[in-house]
Nanobody, 121 residues
């Protein structure tokens, strides 16, 4: 089984910063994409940022220039540095990965349990 454990959420004032971390553990042969999604109350889950196994990254338009996704392949960890936070960034943030448990297995989707980010004065 593959587990994703997130940390770093919390309450922050508008304009503040937070750094989310997500560590993958378990029986992992290789990891392909890693990403962060978020879901605000009453809204659909949306992709915030993603990175592949190399250096390619992509961002939602709403966070470009404010959020940075990075990855430590040796630690099987993905980070999301969030700067200049706005109240509309308030949501539960979920970590996602596409990974396989052996060289011959298919890549499967895995999700973290979510971490709450609240931006409020």
């Amino acid at each position: 089984q593959v587990q994703l454990v997130e940390s770093g959420g919390g309450l922050v004032q508008p304009g503040g910063s937070l750094r989310l971390s997500c560590a993958a553990s378990g029986s992992i042969s290789s990891i392909r994409a890693m990403a962060w999604y978020r879901q605000a109350p009453g809204k659909q889950r949306e992709l915030v940022a993603s990175t592949d196994s190399g250096t390619s990254t992509s961002y939602a338009d709403s966070v470009k220039g404010r959020f940075t996704i990075s990855r430590d392949n040796a630690k099987k960890t993905v980070y999301l540095q969030m700067n200049s936070l706005k109240p509309e960034d308030t949501a539960v943030y979920y970590c996602y990965t596409s990974a396989r448990r052996s060289p011959y297995a298919n890549y499967l989707d895995y999700w973290g349990q979510g971490t709450q980010v609240t931006v409020s004065s």
